[in-house]
């Protein structure tokens, strides 16, 4: 019986789930949402019988082997989701124990920047690679780091903070509790600020003056970006100044052959890519220049999570 | 025939080799000059030389089984020593290659810091570790990371610079022509500076004051530490300030189990670890915080480098 795996990828508001074969394809999709469980033993059993459903209806024939699951604060160690400040489920929670007990398969699960290079490893451009870096810029920025063919864990089963190494000692205060985090500059959210910070004091006609609010998004500045608009492409050049240097700094440290920038403000393309590839080369100690390629993701935007989720048993 | 190995640590001005046993201990020892010699080829005939009249007098009844080199810029890959700011040879030097005309045995190269990286994992501290960093103060500061139980050397060979990672983008000028690397604060080198810094403006009395140029050394400071004096112990902090940040910044990519303190400026003891320790911790993003040890290498520090050197053909 051919193998087929199943992907999970829990969010705070959604979580996600598909069924993969091994070559990639997603045979079925589905969700539930993840904040209307308070307990996550009820979430687990929930969505674990709609994948039994999903399994009966579109992958009949196949044998279940194995199920991966992406989450915040996910230790790939324990199989636990471990003080995730954006979950409903307090302390730890030892989530693959509990999917374990529906299915009779290897059940692992990571943090979602990690299982999004893993899934980059298996299924997008880093196919072949045995050295890069993942980096997920959404609402804060993710990070896996893959190192001689695999994927770094650390000591702990937490390696990968890109997003909370320092860029500025006395900078930005971060959900994290401390200052100046690279993802509250580099990141959806972080763009977001800085716009705002340009808007005060910024004297020249720009789309994005006199927006309400909620309107000034990582999204409506790439729009204004790609009209010309100045001050969203300032914005842009700012956050890849920033992004660019801490990138040049990792690459001192793992000396990747590429970078894979992926998620919201990836989409953005050569607006950001070009300003952060230039600022990155500018900053980078002379034996790494011009070696590291800066690359967008090739996993399809709305199925790399699950993808990623999947590729970790798929090995 | 028990098997012996060779350990040569190549240095801007004297080249040391010794032969060492599978348990680590040094049979014998020796060293020339390696600035003497204008060409390498020359050089690596003169010390195989010696090397074989060490082999002869010492390791008879043993079968050679390795050599590994510890160099500047030493990468793993090519077995070359590419473009080293501190040696006469420019360019790229083959100089593994060069070795094996001489030996029948695998030579193998890498840098100095990832040399005693692997000395520490094979006969210090490290043993049984798989994720750690090894961090060498010495006139520089190197570093070798190993990760899942394997030397991290990255795309090109050339990984683990974290001694090149910035610390203030407007800060001091570094020999590598970037601005406030971390070396030109956290080195023996840098903390020299920041003494003569502290100096400028220092008003109470201190040993350090007045001292003639060439001897405010790092050994000096210490020593002015170890008696209590308070400049002294105020560039101590300043320094494990800046190291302190930058080791958490690096926990947080790949979440070590330890990270050790090798050469000089380490010798410093409980002066250096302890204002070092607890601002890395207070740097620390709080799931990496009271996790990660902060050791002296266990490594003899006048044996290390020939060792990490063997170490290297070790396994």
Known sequence: MQAIYVGIDIGGTNSVFGIVDSEGKIIAKSSIKTDKHEDPKIFVKEISEEIKLLLDSSAQGYKLSGIGIGAPNGNFYTGSIEFAPNLKWKGVVKLAEMFSEYF????????DANAAAIGEMQFGGAKGMTNFIMVTLGTGLGSGFVVN????????????????????????????????????YASAGGIVTTAREELRSYKEDSELKDLPKNELTSKRIYEAAKNGDKLALIVFDKTAEILGRKLADVIAITSPEAIFLFGGLALAGDILFKPTNSYMEENCL???????KLLPSLLPENDAAVLG???????
Chains 1, 2 share one sequence.
């Not at 695999?150 to 860029?167: K, N, P, R, S």
Request: aromatic letters at 8%; charged letters at 20%; one cysteine or more.
């Open 104 to 111: 009779d398969c290897p059940v692992k699960l990571t943090n």
């Open 149 to 184: 063919g695999e994927l770094v864990y650390g000591a702990d089963g937490f390696a990968g903070e890109l997003g909370h190494t320092i860029y500025d000692y006395e900078g930005r205060p971060c959900g994290c509790g401390r200052k100046g985090c690279l993802e509250t």
């Open 286 to 292: 002379v034996i790494f220049k011009n070696k590291v």
């Open 309 to 315: 989720a999947a590729a970790l048993v798929l090995n």
